[in-house]
């Protein structure tokens, strides 16, 4: 099993810039695939970022394309997602994602790993 632990949200203005943290520890071997998943209000789960183990490969939702970066860092088993130029449409439950698989994914089944999620509120 994999334990992931989100931090790094927050209650911030529009144009401001957060990192969020995902600490997974366990059988951190099985956190090859690697993603990040949001959840507004009313909304379904979308995915936002998504990076393979090398980090190498990585997938962004258009709407955070140019704005938000994922990354990792496997030594220290945790994995980021910076986000600069917020937006109120940004706010959300984050989340981190994980999977043993080495190809990632877009759909939120393809991650068996799941961490607990964080808040992220932007104000206009």
């Given at each position: ?18 990192r ?19 959840q507004?209000?009313?909304k ?25 970066t ?26 981190c ?15 068996s ?8 509120t932007?104000?206009?």
């Amino acid at each position: 099993q994999v334990q992931l632990e989100e931090s790094g949200g927050g209650v911030v203005q529009a144009g401001d810039s957060l990192r969020l943290s995902c600490l997974a520890s366990g059988r951190t071997s099985d956190a090859n695939a690697m993603a990040w998943f949001r959840q507004a209000p009313g909304k379904a789960r979308e995915v936002v970022a998504t990076i393979s183990w090398s980090g190498s490969k990585t997938y962004y939702v258009d709407s955070v394309k140019g704005r938000f970066t994922i990354s990792r860092d496997n030594v220290k088993k945790t994995y980021y997602l910076q986000m600069n130029s917020l937006k109120p449409e940004d706010t959300a439950i984050y989340y981190c994602a994980a999977d043993r698989r080495l190809e990632v994914g877009v759909q939120a089944a393809q991650y068996s790993y799941w961490g607990r999620g964080i808040q992220v509120t932007v104000s206009s």
